[in-house]
């Protein structure tokens, strides 16, 4: 598949066209909520409709500043890396979300779901 940015109206055939992530969540309708709250990609939840304990996270860099828009651009290669270092860092610690599907042409990320985290700006601004 060739760069598509993914949004609430793709998003649930994209991932049924991988087999793996559709066999986790049994090909099942899905809830899909856009959770980002940053400025570079858009994230989003994924959940099974029929058993909420199937969360994955959808991760995608668009060639943007997100906040900004495409008047700001910036290269969605960057997903290249963290997709390499998280599947460095995985060898190394016990402590990296599981990766259940990873694409660098389209910039994605299919993780596991850490539900019970916070987000570290979050947290600190919480203090």
Known sequence: ????ILDASNLE????SLPEIKAFFNADSLI????????LNFV???TSSSDASRQLI???????????GESYPLSKERM???????????????HIPKI??????????IMEYLSSHIIMRK????G
Do not use: W
């Not at 899909?32 to 400025?39: L, V």
């Not at 991760?59 to 900004?68: E, G, I, M, T």
């Not at 290249?80 to 016990?94: D, G």
């Open 1 to 4: 598949m060739s760069y598509t």
């Open 13 to 16: 055939a994209y991932l049924f």
């Open 32 to 39: 899909i909520d856009e959770i980002g709250d940053g400025n």
């Open 44 to 46: 989003f939840l994924v």
């Open 58 to 68: 959808i991760k995608q860099a668009v060639p943007y500043l997100r906040c900004v």
């Open 80 to 94: 290249t890396y963290e997709i390499r270092s998280l599947e460095h860092f995985a060898q190394l610690s016990p």
């Open 100 to 109: 259940y599907h990873s694409n660098e042409e389209m910039s994605v990320l």
């Open 123 to 126: 947290g600190m601004i919480e």
